[in-house]
């Protein structure tokens, strides 16, 4: 099955363009996903069944840590390279690159 | 068992009946018979060790679960609760980039922080230089939907592809009359359409993710096919390298909900993460390399720890109903930026898991948001056919003293006479 998605299209009120149907007459954007037909996972190949079985048992084997001590490491990163994150703590807009190029006139 | 018991009775049946009647039509009965038999018994075998196989999985699945759970001993935003938050935010766009004639679907920054590429749906590829808006350099590929493009490290050469199945790398030169569709180079072959490509951490390889459901490694110089890496079960949608100089594992993320991390040199799936609960548009690695967000169709964001190896934060909101196309972390990895298809972008505070601050402007679709590199600003995409460049909006004293020394000048020359005017 090939499925479309669209973008809402805004008039009085909302009109919900469902999945692979739109009712508004206006220009609808397709964005097209998947051209071919999906295939189910056919569960009887036996070899797809293997490969499966000997993945998750590698998946099983890794190691783990706490989410406690991942989540304290997370949080580490993000302080201590607060400072340099111009999107965080703004830049004085002399420094900005991307400041709009002023001219002022004399009146 | 019974079934060789089966076959051994009917055996001894024929050769009986042949025994009676010596015809060739009983004997060619009797192999026709133990034929059909012995591909039953078959049959049989295979598909009792199928459902052998089933319930080993499925066992081994409960248990992968119960691991995981058993390190879930507190969530994100519990041991975030002691930051301080951060406050309402005000975005501004610096830049607005209009030239492409249809929807703008993929972007990428340049290493030098200033040059875009950025791809449309009219099959144009288009090299900006941000500061001015600029177009440096622009090509018309052979096909529409462009829907990946990809910036080299050094500067010096733009990825793309889309329906074409190909990825085409197009080296940029400096004179602006050269005919660059001339000197493209063909590099990956794929049997669908082409989501997603990226550069290594040199010029020489290229990454690539395709709708057939694989993601390659080739190589630039000679086309070749250095790595493929098959495990999901659907077209794949993203990827995304890690960020360290000796990394080698990357993530991917696909229509079967599943986000992979691969180790680029075995071509091994090393971790597997399903929670979502629709098709991940866009992956993007934290800015230390251990933890990734994705986003999704399901309207949310979800962070997943590589070391943990389970989600570790979910950012949603109930009136957020439209799907994610793309996400980016911010340079400390305190903000996280998401392009959604309700024309917004929605800024999350990682740690604390809540919203700082949404972002319009755009009339269509955001399709593609990605940070500079450098931090300073970001530049997103949209179906609306342009690219918009924004930073933060910083009111300070220092705006003011950073007008440029003449106009100042002007200015308090032009004060003191008035005050003197007053005076007198």
Request: with cysteine.
């Amino acid at each position: 099955k090939i499925i479309y998605t669209h973008a809402p299209v805004h008039k009085e009120g909302r009109h919900w363009c469902k999945k692979g149907h739109c009712r508004v007459k206006t220009e609808y954007n397709i964005y097209i996903k998947r051209l071919t037909v999906t295939t189910m996972t056919s569960n009887s190949n036996l070899s797809t069944m293997r490969r499966l079985v000997e993945q998750l048992k590698l998946e099983a084997s890794v190691e783990r840590i706490k989410v406690s001590q991942a989540a304290t490491e997370l949080q580490q990163y993000c302080l201590q390279n607060a400072g340099k994150d111009a999107l965080l703590v703004g830049v004085p807009t002399g420094s900005n690159p991307f400041r709009e190029p002023r001219s002022c006139a004399v009146v | 068992m019974c079934i060789i018991l089966c076959i051994i009775f009917c055996i001894i049946l024929c050769i009986i009946m042949c025994i009676i009647v010596i015809t060739k039509m009983c004997i060619i009965m009797c192999i026709v018979l133990c034929i059909i038999l012995s591909m039953a018994t078959q049959e049989l075998q295979i598909n009792e060790s199928l459902a052998h196989l089933k319930t080993e999985s499925e066992s081994l699945k409960t248990k992968l679960e119960e691991e995981r759970a058993k390190l879930h001993d507190v969530e994100l935003h519990q041991v975030a609760e002691k930051v301080e938050g951060l406050g309402q935010f005000v975005m501004k766009t610096r830049r607005t980039l209009k030239g492409h004639g249809n929807k703008v679907l993929c972007m990428d920054w340049c290493k030098d922080k200033r040059r875009i590429v950025s791809s449309s749906q009219d099959g144009k590829v288009i090299v900006w230089d941000a500061f001015t808006t600029n177009k440096e350099h622009a090509v018309t590929m052979p096909c529409t939907w462009v829907m990946a493009c990809a910036y080299a490290p050094s500067g010096c050469a733009v990825a793309c592809g889309g329906l074409d199945n190909k990825c085409s790398v197009y080296p940029l030169s400096l004179d602006k009359n050269e005919n660059l569709a001339a000197k493209k180079k063909s590099v990956a072959m794929h049997t669908n359409y082409l989501s997603a490509c990226s550069f290594t951490n040199s010029d020489m390889q290229i990454l690539t993710s395709s709708g057939d459901g694989t993601c390659a490694l080739w190589d630039v110089e000679s086309g070749q096919l250095l790595q493929s890496f098959h495990g999901h079960a659907a077209d794949v949608l993203c990827l995304d390298l890690a960020p360290s100089e000796t990394g080698n594992t990357f993530v991917s993320g696909g229509c079967d909900k599943k986000a992979n991390v691969w180790d680029m040199r075995s071509g091994q799936c090393i971790q597997s993460f399903e929670t979502h609960e629709s098709d991940i548009n866009s992956v993007r690695y934290y800015p230390s390399g251990d933890a990734f967000a994705s986003g999704s169709d399901d309207a949310t964001c979800r962070l997943y720890d590589l070391r943990a190896d389970r989600e570790v934060a979910i950012y949603s909101k109930e009136s957020i109903i439209f799907g994610v196309s793309s996400v980016d972390f911010s340079l400390s990895g305190r903000l996280l930026f998401g392009g959604y298809n309700d024309y917004t972008i929605n800024v999350w505070d990682v740690l604390k898991g809540t919203r700082v601050s949404i972002l319009f402007g755009h009339e269509n679709r955001v399709s593609t948001l990605r940070v500079s590199p450098d931090g300073t600003a970001f530049c997103t995409g949209s179906w609306d056919h342009t690219l918009r460049v924004s930073s933060s909006f910083s009111f300070s004293l220092f705006s003011v003293i950073s007008l440029s020394p003449e106009v100042l000048l002007t200015h308090c020359v032009f004060f003191f006479f008035f005050f003197l005017q007053i005076w007198a």
